[in-house]
């Protein structure tokens, strides 16, 4: 990863200054012993360059390491060389971004957020990553079979066939395809940042995308009849 | 492969909940820190955290990286 920042003579790689997993991480045991840093002290001794510096990426490091280990196993793991390029990245992150810390939480928690969205993206990464777009999007936004229980009463039956026969015509007529694609996707589990991935775009335009594409259909379903009460009365209620 | 009854369900309940403005999971990332310590205080939330928690409900990927967050702070915690 090629992060650059300012340095006193000239610039550096913020990777260089973050501590390795391998015989160089050693030299940067966790400074264990000192009282934990205040949020200021955290920032200050981040940017520094020299000893605060590498003491404060080690501490960050060992904290960060506390946990990921245990929290990923649960969720199917990552082995132990993609947690370290986990933390590795997280700390990269971080330096990079010390600026858009704002002070509202404290500085190890804005920490662990970013950690957290590298160890999910990660994860996303591994279990989709043999998954294809025309997998999930073959067949479209065609039933697969009949959406009503044929043991419902009569005319719930026929409410709930009007929203949905009403819903597949919006979804032809007033979705692009780009948006169909993302919806149904979506529906069939896969992450935004993978259905992103593919489309070549990033998670927060994919989200965007849907969210545009889920107003459309709103405001289509809410034109006949059919606003979020009747939708939730219809199908909701057994929920 | 087709769209199942369940499939169809939750585009119709992802619909109903479908807000005319929401912010998207940038935005998300930038405030759950602050977030998550107010959830765990039991404070209340500002208008700002309010709209993160409304984010939480309906995005599946941000909603798993704050369950995520919420165990590594509990078990590597704060300390």
């Known amino acids: 990863m090629k992060v650059e920042v300012p340095h006193e003579e000239g610039t550096e790689r913020v990777s260089s200054a973050v501590p390795r997993k391998n015989g160089a991480a050693r030299a940067y045991a966790p400074s264990v012993k000192r009282a934990p840093r205040t949020n200021d002290e955290w920032i200050a001794d981040l940017r520094s360059r020299g000893a605060e510096q590498t003491a404060a990426l080690a501490d960050l490091r060992a904290y960060l390491l506390r946990a990921l280990p245990g929290c990923l196993d649960r969720r199917g793991g990552l082995p132990l060389e993609l947690i370290e390029d986990v933390v590795q990245d997280t700390l990269i992150r971080v330096l990079d971004r010390l600026g858009d810390f704002e002070g509202r939480s404290r500085f190890t928690t804005w920490t662990t957020t970013i950690a957290a969205r590298i160890a999910m993206t990660e994860l ?3 279990r989709w990553k043999d998954v294809s777009l025309d997998d999930l999007t073959a067949d479209g936004m065609r039933p697969s079979h009949s959406t009503v229980d044929p043991g419902r009463d009569p005319e719930e039956a026929t409410a709930r066939n009007r929203i949905v026969r009403r819903l597949l015509e919006l979804v032809d007529s007033d979705l692009s395809e780009r948006q169909r694609t993302a919806i149904v996707a979506e529906l069939g589990g896969m992450p935004q940042e993978e259905i992103g991935r593919r489309l070549g775009i990033s998670r927060n335009a ?3 995308l849907g969210h545009d594409a889920r107003r459309k259909l709103q405001l289509g379903l809410e034109a006949s009849g059919f606003d ?10 057994e929920r | 492969m087709g769209l199942d009854a369940d499939q169809v369900q939750r585009l119709l309940a992802m619909v109903a909940d479908t807000r005319d403005e929401e912010i998207d999971c940038g935005h998300c990332l930038a405030g759950m820190a602050e977030f998550v310590e107010v959830s765990l205080l039991g404070t209340e939330l500002t208008e700002a955290l309010a709209r993160i928690e409304e984010h939480l409900t309906t995005c599946p990927e941000c909603s798993e990286e704050y369950a995520l967050l919420r165990e590594l702070l509990r078990e590597g915690a704060n300390s």
């Open chain 1, 206 to 208: 994919v989200y965007k």
């Open chain 1, 124 to 126: 996303r990464r591994k």
């Open chain 1, 228 to 237: 979020a009460a009747a939708i939730r009365a219809a199908f909701m209620q």
